[in-house]
């Protein structure tokens, strides 16, 4: 007999099921057993007279053991769980566990650490097979959304022959008789593929940062999903595109997990309106002094401060009833030398703030080389970046993308630390497992 999922078992007819011990009672004269597979969770109940042979077997099951077993599915008022049971008239034992590292006393969590540590063990939870289901979903549903718009998925090389973007922040690895390194992003990549003439590209893939953090939102690698398009009369249209994708993908996973997600996390998961607000960062300044009394230096008015991030949160919720905001206006100090300028000087891009999180920059791209050049220059990385630059000696269109970070996505949706939100955590102090 083949095995099944278990939610695809038939009623009244036998069926092979297979699965992870969540639970076992084993009483004088029956024996309860809840398994799980990826699917959902089924008690199978054993009654010993009629089943002796089990008997040992049944001795030697534990939580988190994995098991195979055959039998009649019946319907049962008397069962929470689903309001059905198997009757086994076999089991096979195909893996012992031993007792979990893990557990912790009851109504305690354990050290996030010590789970790390064992994360395999960790990852079988409800909770966390529900974030990674939902995690596959967005992601999904972001490529469906940009591949219906005639986008090409792309795999850019993550080892580079020469520092991405800046001098800081990269990790330097041997390759053969020279160095390489890990890049930061696929962003060279992406406007590559802009003066070959695809017009319309996306990426889900690792970024590697090598900075030290204390944070609960950094990470050293971690996933990106990124994508440029040609064409664009200004970053606007960057925009544009993203709060559709981002609109679309939400709405999806609130119309499949929603209720899900509300029961195991007590969160709801809210479809945002279009479009999106949009503040310059100075009028961002401006509000937070006057509503929250949050003063900075005008030396630090460039860029958004980190407590500044934080009260966004509040300030987009209070000024627009919206949990994402756009934010414009930032100094060309403190934006890469590839972003458009205006007439002004002002880069040509944007943050997206994400319940006090920012998720996204992204811009309108310098696509004129001697300008590009220039600005390059300006930041002393004309010699870095120089294969970068002839990318667009032959002609290029002009262009515009973002990043997002889906472990970051899921770290907000979920009001988790990016440790908990991660498949398997990379930081400075950890590369195991």
Not at 140 to 158: A, V
Not at 268 to 286: A, C, K, S
Not at 340 to 345: A, H, L, Q, S, Y
Request: glycine content about 6%.
């Amino acid at each position: 007999m083949k095995r099944v999922m278990i939610k695809d078992i038939k009623l009244g007819e036998n069926n092979k099921v297979a699965g992870f011990v969540e639970n076992i009672r084993n009483k004088k004269s029956m024996c309860f057993i809840v398994i799980k597979d990826i699917s959902n969770k089924l008690q199978l109940t054993i009654e010993k007279e009629k089943h002796p042979e089990m008997e040992e077997l049944l001795n030697q099951i534990t939580v988190d053991s994995v098991i195979e077993a055959e039998g009649l599915i019946v319907k049962s008022e008397y069962v929470k769980l689903n309001n059905m049971e198997m009757y086994p008239d076999k089991i096979e034992i195909l893996s012992i566990a031993e007792p979990s590292p893990i557990v912790a006393p009851k109504g305690e969590e354990t050290n996030i650490d010590l789970r790390l540590d064992y994360r395999w063990i960790d990852l079988r939870t409800d909770k966390n097979t529900l974030m990674f289901k939902t995690q596959s979903y967005f992601v999904n549903k972001c490529r469906e959304f940009l591949i219906d718009r005639d986008f090409i998925e792309i795999h850019s090389p993550k080892l580079i022959g020469a520092e991405s973007e800046s001098g800081a922040g990269v990790f330097k690895v041997d390759y053969f008789d020279r160095n390489a390194y890990l890049a930061q992003s696929p962003q060279f990549y992406k406007q590559m593929a802009m003066a070959s003439g695809f017009e319309r590209i996306f990426e889900s893939g690792p970024v590697f940062r090598a900075e030290k953090f204390a944070s609960r939102k950094h990470a050293t690698e971690f996933t990106g999903f990124d994508l440029e398009f040609s064409y664009i009369e200004s970053y606007k249209d960057v925009m544009k595109m993203e709060e559709e994708m981002l609109e679309y993908a939400l709405k999806a996973v609130k119309e499949k997990y929603g209720d899900e997600i509300k029961k195991v996390y007590d969160i709801d998961v809210v479809v945002p309106t279009l479009p999106f607000p949009v503040m310059d960062l100075h009028d961002v300044y401006d509000e937070l002094e006057k509503r929250y009394g949050y003063k900075v230096d005008e030396s630090e008015k460039g860029d958004l401060t980190t407590e500044g991030e934080r009260l966004v949160k509040k300030l987009s919720m209070d000024m627009f009833n919206h949990e994402f905001l756009f934010i414009t206006g930032y100094s060309k100090e403190t934006r890469a030398f590839y972003h458009m300028r205006d007439e002004n000087g002002v880069p040509c891009g944007y943050d997206l703030i994400w319940k006090g999180c920012e998720i996204t920059t992204g811009a309108q791209r310098e696509h004129r080389y001697e300008i590009l050049k220039a600005q390059a220059k300006e930041k002393g990385l004309d010699e870095d970046v120089k294969f970068y630059l002839d990318f667009f000696k032959y002609g290029c269109p002009p262009h515009g993308g973002f990043g997002i970070g889906v472990d970051r996505i899921t770290m907000i949706l979920f009001d988790l630390g990016i440790k908990d939100a991660m498949f398997i955590f990379r930081g400075p102090d950890r590369l195991n497992p």
